[in-house]
């Protein structure tokens, strides 16, 4: 992947990379070279900064956005939903995969879908263990920019990336970093974006 980020002012956003989403239950076309293409593109940030094993490396935040549901979910197929049960809180399913796992920060991971009777795709949906929103940290941190990847294209990327757009911040999204549900509704949600002003590189 061609890097051409700024990190002044910036912030990486991490959506579901979770063991379900890559081979689990809801396991996404492209999911594993997402997760390779995320960890090549953080050590290469990481490279020249101090601070490499730390989460803000550097001054670029990173923050991961994590489904974090209740075994009876209102998603979930057995209690009415559209979707296998997935992300589970405590489970193998729910944990960020291995290799980016270490740039996590308990201050800047966000838990979206923890109430039974609600369906949340957007991370703005989601708090922190502090009950901080993602946008309040963003406002907090000063940032601008927003670097959006993660799992999967046509849903929760699509609705946070929009939605960090909808609040002000530039956003663009790293193509290489997705991982997704079904092959065109990939291709046509980068389109949607470009159309939306969000930058897709």
């Not at 209690?79 to 980016?100: D, L, M, Q, S």
Request: proline letters at 1%; aromatic letters at 10%; glycine letters at 8%.
């Amino acid at each position: 992947m061609k890097r051409t980020i700024k990190t002044k002012d910036s912030a990486l956003v991490v959506t579901d990379m979770l063991y379900d989403f890559i081979d689990g239950t809801l396991a996404c076309a492209g999911a594993n070279e997402a997760v390779a293409a995320l960890k090549e593109y953080i050590e290469a940030i990481a490279a020249e900064s101090e601070n490499d094993e730390d989460a803000i490396l550097g001054g670029y935040p990173v923050l991961f956005i994590c489904d974090h549901h209740p075994a009876n979910h209102s998603s979930f197929k057995e209690f009415g939903g559209i979707w296998p049960t997935h992300c589970v809180a405590g489970t193998r399913g729910g944990e960020v995969h291995k290799a980016i796992e270490c740039y996590r920060d308990d201050v800047f991971t966000f838990y979206k879908g923890c109430d039974a009777s609600k369906e949340q795709y957007s991370g703005f949906e989601g708090v922190n263990e502090a009950g901080q929103s993602l946008e309040e940290v963003l406002s907090l941190l000063e940032i601008k920019t927003v670097y959006v990847t993660g799992i999967a294209t046509e849903y929760c990327v699509k609705n946070t990336a929009e939605d960090i757009k909808k609040a002000g911040y530039n956003v663009v999204v790293l193509k290489d970093c997705l991982g997704y549900v079904d092959a065109k509704g990939h291709e046509d949600t980068l389109k949607e974006f470009t159309s939306k002003g969000i930058e897709v590189i």
